[in-house]
C-alpha cells in the first residue's frame, strides 16, 4: 500500500468478496456525502449512460442540467454538479427530503463511498476512508453488496481499463502542445460520452470505442 493510503485508510486493502464496516443503516437522515463535494463526483462512461438511459436524456441535455465539464490535469472529464441552497452547495440530484434521485442508477464514486479505488496494474482494490462517513455504529458488509453492480468480475474490468486510458491521457496531455491536448479532449469526449453507446451490453459498446480510440 502506498504511504498516502495509510494516512487516508484503515491500513488495509480489500477485494470485492471481502467484508468492510461500511453498512449504515441507509444513511438515514443523513446526505453528508452528497454535499459541498465540488467537482470530486467524476463520470466514466457507464456513468453516463446509465444515467441517459434511466432519466431519457442525451448527454448534451444532461451538461445543460446537472452535469458539468472541468479540467483535471489537462484532460477534460465531466462531473455531476453542486446545485446552490440555503444550507451550502449539495447535489443537483438530491431531493428536498435529502435523499438521493438517481439512488437505483447512482454513479460509481457514489456506490463507492466511504471506499476509495486503489489500482495496481491490472488489480483493483479497495481501501476504506477513515472519519469520511459520520455514520455510527456501522455494520459489516462484503464489498460488492456495498456497491450494489451486476457482474462485479466485468465492472471491475472495466475500471481497471478506464483507469489505464485516463491515467495515459493525462500523461499524453502534460507533453503536448494546446492544439493537440485540444483535438485529442474533443476525440475522447465525442467518442465516450457524447456519441451514446446503443449496444444493450454496456461492455461491448465501450471495448469497441476503445479499440477505436487507441488506433487514433
Given at each position: 500500500m502506498e504511504e498516502y493510503l495509510k494516512d487516508i485508510s484503515d491500513g488495509k486493502l480489500y477485494s470485492s468478496n471481502d467484508m468492510v464496516k461500511v453498512g449504515c443503516h441507509d444513511c438515514t437522515g443523513c446526505s453528508a456525502c452528497c454535499c459541498d463535494m465540488g467537482e470530486s463526483i467524476l463520470l466514466d462512461p457507464m456513468d453516463v449512460w446509465r444515467l441517459e438511459r434511466n432519466l431519457g436524456q442525451s448527454f448534451e441535455?444532461?451538461?445543460?442540467?446537472?452535469?458539468?465539464?472541468?479540467v483535471e490535469d489537462g484532460?477534460?472529464?465531466?462531473?455531476?454538479?453542486?446545485?446552490?441552497?440555503?444550507?451550502?452547495?449539495?447535489?443537483?440530484?438530491?431531493?428536498?427530503?435529502?435523499?438521493?434521485?438517481?439512488h437505483g442508477f447512482r454513479p460509481g464514486i457514489c456506490r463507492l463511498f466511504p471506499l476509495g479505488r486503489n489500482y495496481e496494474g491490472e488489480k483493483l482494490s479497495y481501501f476504506l476512508l477513515t472519519d469520511a462517513c459520520p455514520a455510527k455504529n456501522k455494520s459489516k458488509m462484503k464489498v460488492s453488496?456495498?456497491?450494489?453492480?451486476?457482474?462485479?468480475?466485468?465492472?471491475?474490468?472495466?475500471?481497471?481499463?478506464?483507469?489505464?486510458?485516463?491515467?495515459?491521457?493525462?500523461?499524453?496531455?502534460?507533453?503536448?502542445?494546446?492544439?493537440?491536448?485540444?483535438?485529442?479532449?474533443?476525440?475522447?469526449?465525442?467518442?465516450?460520452?457524447?456519441?451514446?453507446?446503443?449496444?444493450e451490453n454496456f461492455y461491448d459498446g465501450f471495448y469497441e470505442r476503445l479499440e477505436q480510440f487507441e488506433r487514433r
Open positions: 441535455q444532461l451538461l445543460a442540467g446537472a452535469i458539468d465539464l472541468h484532460l477534460i472529464l465531466p462531473n455531476l454538479k453542486m446545485a446552490p441552497s440555503a444550507t451550502g452547495p449539495k447535489c443537483s440530484f438530491l431531493n428536498e427530503e435529502g435523499r438521493c434521485s438517481i453488496k456495498w456497491l450494489e453492480m451486476d457482474g462485479m468480475k466485468d465492472y471491475e474490468r472495466f475500471l481497471v481499463k478506464w483507469h489505464a486510458l485516463t491515467k495515459s491521457l493525462r500523461q499524453t496531455m502534460q507533453n503536448c502542445d494546446e492544439e493537440k491536448a485540444k483535438q485529442k479532449n474533443m476525440l475522447f469526449l465525442q467518442m465516450f460520452y457524447f456519441t451514446p453507446v446503443q449496444q
